[in-house]
């Protein structure tokens, strides 16, 4: 299924003016808070009417301002994930996740509702009421009643923004699986760097209301020059490898990529497993020779491929380690002292320690 | 208490009883109607509506059951018309100490489910939209099922009103034995006449009993449903 989103809209502060294409995936909606994220997916659910657009889920017109088409919200089966979870407080979690069921004419309804629940290991949960339900309990519950809604696509609004890093942590597999499961588009709108990181396939940067970058995820994360938009703290690619094997005596685990090896703190997951390593910018040194007697473990050949923006004492350089791309921040006058320039070899050094658990997520990508 | 009470008394109790319930009852529907318009409505002369409501508070109640009288009497345009085509007569009867009832309890109700409905985040039924309720079902088995404890504190409020009410009810449809005789005016006819005294004193007895029970009955129920609420 594929969603697409062409609309405009008058602000009293901003305009907003976007337009993109979402396939099957995570397609993020990505800038700071006041972007228009959230106006975008609520425009999608039909919360907000714009002044002029067009809405389409796979040949389905939701919307078109131009020709008086506005399939009100209920009608519109858009699975939406709020920030707030907003589960219904007088029903239990059994009732909130069927909430979608009394409305929608889904079939194959028993067995579906076990896989959801399954899924997102709510199942101890059914029969309480979301009073007393954690955080992130509300969060999966709201998750299994959008999905249980037998949505086209589902729309996320900063599912993890109002939880603490633990709760985030124990969703963000979760999320990882629907990616991974669901046949449909999810639009993920977040303004978290790690996030995006860790679940996007496609990435929509919104910056005032425009489009400021658009394109698949590892190519935008390692785009030197999307950073003034991405947040400048945070910026950095990832990679996709395989597991190896752990070494559990040294709290280490090896795994493989297209630029040979890379070693990181212990990850949880079968060896075999597919993984994307989140690699922030400032953790990575460069070296024009592999430097000898280092604490770093992991030294990877590399050839620079684009030099990003000199206009401040910080640059961010792509480098190309096999066929990922991976971005390393360093000052500029590194970059004249080591005469980089694209094509030109060198090393890139990476501490183990500076890849967290909460950089490494599991990827599956299933066949077509 | 069968025999404590003389007949006389009994039928002023049980008359008081069925006027309070179906001016309760009959008023609701109409009491959350206008209690949503009042809460959700964005429309000109909201405050000539909301001012409309609240009128029987502020009235002395004789210049309402004046009103009524005026209105619903057997000559008045309401009256009439009621009359003519339905062959329903108010004036003087128990229908009618209902409706004077019901009209003076009216803005204690539709305030305590108003108060209700702008408590409810209209956050919950956007999220019912996105799960495929209409308007209608979002209604039902969100928006109702959350004012429900406002509307059992609104409808207790105004049984109790409708059980004390006195002025409007008496200049409306009199002071009948067996037919307009409430209880209040009930006290009021036996306080006028010599020896009446501890037949208005059992019946003052009676009134207090009733409001109580009736308060314990709602605090007991709102509890219960407050909890569900809540979710927890």
């Known amino acids: ?270 060896p075999g497993t597919r993984v994307r390593v989140r690699v922030r910018a400032r953790d990575v040194l460069l070296a024009l020779k592999p430097p000898e007697e280092t604490s770093a473990l992991n030294i990877l050949p590399a050839v620079v491929n684009r030099i990003g923006r000199q206009d401040g004492a910080i640059v961010d350089v792509a480098i190309r380690c096999g066929s990922d791309d991976l971005l390393v921040r360093i000052t500029r006058r590194s970059l004249l002292n080591l005469r980089l320039e694209p094509g030109k070899p060198c090393f890139a050094v990476l501490k183990s320690i500076a890849v967290s658990r909460r950089d490494v997520g599991v990827f599956e990508t299933r066949p077509d | 208490m069968a025999e404590w009470l003389s007949p006389a008394e009994w039928t002023a109790l049980k008359l008081s009883l069925r006027v309070s319930f179906w001016a309760t009852i009959l008023s609701l529907p109409l009491a959350v109607m206008v209690a949503f318009v009042l809460a959700r409505g964005q429309f000109r002369g909201k405050q000539v509506l909301n001012g409309l409501v609240h009128l029987p508070l502020i009235l002395p109640p004789v210049v309402t059951g004046y009103l009524l009288l005026v209105l619903f009497g057997r000559r008045g345009p309401i009256g009439t018309f009621l009359e003519d085509t339905f062959g329903i007569v108010l004036a003087f009867k128990w229908t009618g100490a209902a409706l004077a009832a019901a009209v003076m309890a009216f803005p204690l109700m539709v305030r305590a489910i108003r108060l209700a409905i702008e408590a409810v985040d209209p956050k919950l039924e956007q999220a019912a939209a996105t799960l495929g309720a209409s308007r209608a079902w979002t209604l039902a088995v969100v928006t109702l099922p959350l004012i429900l404890p406002g509307i059992i504190a609104g409808s207790v409020l105004a049984f109790a009103k409708a059980m004390g009410e006195f002025g409007a009810t008496i200049t409306f449809v009199s002071n009948i034995p067996g037919q307009t005789q409430t209880l209040p005016s009930a006290i009021y006819a036996y306080l006028q006449v010599p020896g009446g005294d501890p037949a208005a004193f059992r019946l003052v007895v009676v009134s207090i009993f009733v409001a109580v029970v009736a308060l314990l009955i709602s605090e007991s129920v709102a509890k219960r449903v407050a909890r569900r609420i809540a979710g927890t």
């Open chain 1, 1 to 270: 299924m594929t969603l697409d989103v062409a609309l405009t809209h008058r602000f009293s502060s901003f305009e907003l003016d976007v337009a993109f294409t979402a396939e099957r995936g995570v397609t993020a909606l990505f800038g700071r808070s006041g972007a228009g994220k959230t106006s975008v997916i609520n425009a999608v659910a039909g919360l907000l009417r714009p002044d002029r657009g067009r809405i389409d889920v796979s040949g389905t017109r939701l919307l078109d301002t131009a020709t008086g088409v506005d399939v009100p919200a209920h009608r519109r089966r858009v699975g939406y994930v709020f920030q707030d979870a907003r589960l219904f407080p007088h029903l239990t979690v059994r009732q909130n996740l069927l909430f979608g069921r009394w409305f929608s004419e889904a079939g194959n309804a028993s067995s579906e509702f076990a896989h959801i629940v399954a899924l997102l290991g709510i199942a101890a949960l059914l029969d309480r009421r979301p009073g007393t339900l954690s955080g992130g309990e509300k969060q999966r519950v709201a998750i299994g009643r959008a999905l249980l809604s037998a949505p086209r696509l589902l729309l996320m609004d900063e599912p993890l923004a109002a939880l603490d890093e633990p709760r985030k942590a124990e969703i963000l597999p979760y999320l990882e699986r629907l990616r991974d499961e669901l046949q449909i588009p999810i639009l993920y709108v977040s303004h978290s760097v790690p996030e995006v990181a860790r679940l996007a396939t496609t990435i929509v940067a919104l910056a005032e209301g425009k489009v400021v970058r658009l394109g698949p995820a590892a190519e935008v994360l390692s785009d030197p020059d999307a950073f003034p938009h991405m947040g400048r703290q945070e910026a950095g690619a990832f990679l996709l490898a395989r597991v190896v094997g752990h070494d559990p005596a040294d709290g280490l685990t090896r795994l493989e990529f297209s630029g040979g090896a890379l070693i990181t703190p212990l990850v949880e997951a079968e």
